[in-house]
């Protein structure tokens, strides 16, 4: 058989489709292979260039591959899309992964380390049941509603909701009502402990690392945005500047521009969308406390005064991306200004 330079692997749950091409771009082998035959197949090949799609299970096939001697990149899915001929198959998906692959202006995925996944997890669990407690909380709080018991907002605020449910003597709710929102108020109770779980392993976890460490000295970065951070951006030296940094974060505007024309729309809200969204939200967290009367930093107030607030967060939280990127690549320690001394810690 020819020598394989580079092969296209098209991911699956069971059956895998390669396309190998030779050093002068002609097809060596084109085929299917089943789950259990991957690495074998891998194993016999020789060093080859192995490109992929950054999709669910790929990082743990392109650490596999790597272990074997290959060289394997990692693609947007986005960016092998516009290999594809025509139509869509898995052969054809495989033929456009091994053409993009060696484009020389591809950009490619980092691979992240088994430990780098595993603090994922962690955050998107985190994510999940805080998701779920608000779902309760909503319900509970609707339904109350409906029997003229309401209560303000926040989460502080359903304890005396739940005490409510929780008292027998309270003739508001209905015997039917109370055994129900019992279950949601049970359901709340459980979602806050798995979440308060969650969050202490994390800021332990945050204690251990130097570099987490002085990322929560940043305003508006905090234990789970320092953990977010390091699990989901595996090799911050893969950015060439601090504005790649946030423009892969999606904070940067969109351009449209024409014919000499400049012309910026609304923030591209590309990349990881968790990453961004925590951000955004300790950018909003610093605007508050100083609305609240904080003496912020001129350039803030001025931006605040001229327009909304919720743009003025995406620009701060863009300001804190580049303030990330300059810790994690030039090390250091964030001189932390004298207005955001009292601030209390974010999340």
Not at 79 to 84: D, H, R, S
Not at 136 to 156: D, F, Q, R, S, Y
Not at 303 to 320: G, T, W
Not at 335 to 343: G, K, L, N, V, Y
């Amino acid at each position: 058989m020819k020598k394989i330079s580079t092969i296209g692997l098209d991911l699956a749950k069971t059956r895998f489709q390669i396309h190998g091409v030779g050093g002068d771009g002609q097809i060596v082998v084109r085929r299917q292979l089943r789950r259990g035959e991957v690495l074998g197949f891998f194993a016999k090949v020789p060093r080859c260039l192995v490109g992929m799609e950054a999709c669910g299970g790929a990082h743990y096939w392109a650490r596999e591959m790597a272990a074997l001697g290959h060289d394997v990149k990692l693609i947007p899915p986005a960016y092998v899309k516009p290999y594809v001929k025509r139509g869509k198959t898995d052969a054809a998906d495989a033929e456009a992964i091994c053409e993009a692959v060696t484009r020389p202006t591809m950009r490619f995925v980092a691979i992240k380390s088994a430990a780098s996944q595993a603090s994922a997890m962690v955050l998107k669990a985190r994510e999940l049941l805080v998701r779920q407690r608000s779902q309760a909380i909503n319900a509970l709080c609707a339904h109350l509603g409906e029997l003229g018991i309401v209560a303000g907002t926040g989460v502080a605020k359903v304890a005396g909701l739940v005490a409510i449910v929780r008292d027998p003597d309270d003739a508001r709710l209905p015997a039917a009502a109370r055994l129900a929102l019992t279950a949601l108020a049970d359901q709340i109770e459980r979602l806050t402990e798995q979440v308060q779980t969650l969050e202490r392993q994390l800021v332990a976890e945050v204690r251990r690392d130097d570099d987490m460490r002085r990322l929560t000295t940043v305003p508006g970065v905090g234990p789970i945005r320092a953990a977010a951070v390091k699990a989901l951006v595996p090799d911050i030296a893969g950015f060439t500047s601090a504005r790649h940094f946030a423009a892969w974060l999606g904070l940067t505007p969109k351009p449209h521009s024409s014919g000499g024309k400049q012309r910026l729309g609304a923030i591209s809200k590309m990349g990881n969308t968790t990453l961004r969204t925590l951000l955004v939200v300790g950018a909003t967290s610093v605007l508050r406390h100083v609305r609240n009367g904080a003496n912020g930093p001129a350039w803030l107030i001025g931006l605040l005064a001229r327009r909304p607030a919720k743009v003025v967060a995406v620009a701060l939280a863009n300001k804190m991306a580049r303030i990330i990127f300059a810790l994690l690549t030039k090390g250091g320690h964030y001189a932390r200004p004298a207005w955001a001394a009292a601030m209390a810690p974010a999340a």
